[in-house]
C-alpha cells in the first residue's frame, strides 16, 4: 500500500456500458495523508495492483494538492 493514501473500502459495482452490456468496475474508497475522503472508480480491466496503485496514488496526490489551495 502507498503512503500517499489508506484503502478504507472497495465495492464491487456495474452499470451499463454504452453498447447496453453490464460492465463491472471497483469503486475504492480512500483516505490521503491530508485527510480527504474520496472513492475512485477503476474498470475491472484496470483492478490488478500494478495497474491500481498509480490510479489511486495520482488522484490521492491530487486531492491533497488541491487542498492545499
Known amino acids: 500500500m502507498a503512503k500517499?493514501?489508506?484503502v478504507m473500502r472497495i465495492d464491487?459495482?456495474?452499470?451499463?456500458?454504452?453498447?447496453?452490456?453490464?460492465?463491472r468496475f471497483y469503486?475504492?474508497?480512500?483516505?490521503t495523508t491530508g485527510g480527504v475522503v474520496l472513492s475512485?472508480?477503476?474498470d475491472q480491466?484496470?483492478?490488478t495492483p500494478e495497474?491500481?496503485?498509480p490510479i489511486l496514488k495520482a488522484a490521492a496526490?491530487?486531492?491533497d494538492t488541491i487542498l492545499k489551495l
Open 27 to 31: 469503486r475504492h474508497r480512500i483516505e
Open 12 to 23: 464491487e459495482l456495474t452499470r451499463l456500458s454504452n453498447a447496453g452490456e453490464l460492465e
Open 45 to 47: 480491466e484496470n483492478f
Open 40 to 42: 475512485v472508480d477503476i
Open 61 to 63: 496526490k491530487n486531492a
Open 51 to 53: 495497474k491500481t496503485e
Open 4 to 6: 500517499e493514501y489508506t
